[in-house]
């Protein structure tokens, strides 16, 4: 994109037409990046709407502190965007493109032997390829899904803070993030230092929401902190049960409906309540949050009813297919008798 743009190796390399070239410091680097970066009146020649605050943001992360403390193994322009190479945020085939953003974090946050000399694990590129997060990004192609930059910034990357990290997921899941800091559990999280969402969700290994994960029972997230004896772990066992009974609910009317569509009926009102109950079970996972079993009540028996709407759905069709069966075998029936009788007629008047 330099060269497309007019600049050539002089614009970075200052003694290179006099022959004088020195590979420029690390410590120099992102200095001299925002030579052009940070002038406004340079950039928006090739961009309007471009932003001038890289260098400024970059002196305020993590690794920009570290660079100007002299540490020079920490990230600096070239080790994300390229050096000679150097390509849009928009190209796909940028380093930093959303695509590609976590392997060109993982060059140095999942080695080892770099993570180490800084104290740091080496899991979480790994960590976030197991998530949901990269499922949405790199199976489903949704760009909307968050890389490491949609949690720690770009330039001005840094570990959330405890108080930070329910900011940080409430960008997308705003919902969730209301309910809880209406719930009981705000004030507790907020006495014991605990980030929120972090307690049962994790940061880059983030799963998949599952019923299992509520209850006392072993495994379950639930057990991390609560047992039955307490009326919290009574009231999540009372969700649990809920769940359970949702769930069951819509596999048998989902097993009806299929059975009635392989045999040829069409269930149109059962699968809309079908969807109907899939979506109540989607909102009971989002109302665990209120940590009220009113509340969670509400929208699970709301699943129920549309659940049992798709079920009788379902054991109408099977009923009507029933019906025509025992209609067409008398049908049938009576055609046989008829040509059987019409043949018998024929017979009895002989020959001409």
């Not at 945020?89 to 180490?116: F, I, Q």
């Not at 979480?124 to 990004?137: E, I, N, R, Y």
């Not at 045999?263 to 309540?273: E, P, W």
């Not at 699943?303 to 019906?323: D, F, K, T």
Request: net charge neutral.
């Amino acid at each position: 994109m330099h060269a497309a743009a007019g600049f050539g190796c002089t614009a970075c390399h200052a003694g290179a037409a006099a022959g004088a070239y020195a590979p420029t410091p690390r410590t120099a680097i992102a200095p001299m990046c925002a030579t052009c970066h940070s002038d406004a009146a340079l950039m928006r020649k090739f961009d309007p709407q471009v932003r001038v605050d890289q260098f400024l943001q970059y002196e305020t992360s993590t690794h920009g502190k570290r660079m100007a403390s002299g540490e020079t193994r920490v990230a600096t322009c070239t080790d994300c965007h390229g050096a000679h190479g150097v390509r849009r945020v928009s190209d796909p085939r940028a380093p930093v493109a959303p695509l590609n953003v976590t392997t060109t974090c993982g060059r140095c946050h999942g080695d080892p032997g770099r993570m180490k000399a800084f104290g740091r694990e080496a899991t979480p590129p790994a960590d976030w390829g197991a998530s949901v997060h990269a499922t949405a990004l790199l199976k489903r192609g949704d760009a909307s899904a968050p890389t490491c930059v949609a949690c720690h910034g770009s330039h001005g990357a840094t570990p959330p803070g405890v108080t930070a990290v329910a900011n940080v997921c409430a960008q997308c899941h705003l919902r969730e993030a209301e309910l809880f800091r209406a719930s009981v559990k705000k004030d507790i999280f907020d006495a014991i230092g605990q980030a929120e969402c972090l307690v049962c969700h994790n940061n880059h290994r983030i799963e998949p929401p599952a019923d299992h994960w509520v209850g006392v029972q072993e495994g379950a997230v639930c057990a991390q902190c609560h047992d039955a004896s307490t009326d919290s772990g009574k009231t999540i066992v009372g969700i649990r049960s809920e769940l359970d009974r949702l769930a069951s609910a819509m596999s048998e009317a989902d097993a009806l409906l299929t059975r009635a569509e392989r045999a040829g009926m069409l269930v149109d009102d059962g699968r809309l309540a079908f969807r109907e109950a899939r979506e109540h079970h989607v909102q009971s996972h989002v109302l665990v949050h209120t940590f009220a079993a009113d509340q969670f009540g509400k929208a699970a028996a709301e699943g129920l009813a549309s659940a049992q709407r798709a079920h009788e759905a379902g054991e109408a069709a099977l009923q009507e297919i029933q019906v025509r069966r025992r209609g067409l075998a008398v049908a049938t029936l009576l055609v046989v008798a008829f040509l059987i009788a019409l043949g018998l007629k024929i017979r009895s008047l002989g020959p001409g």
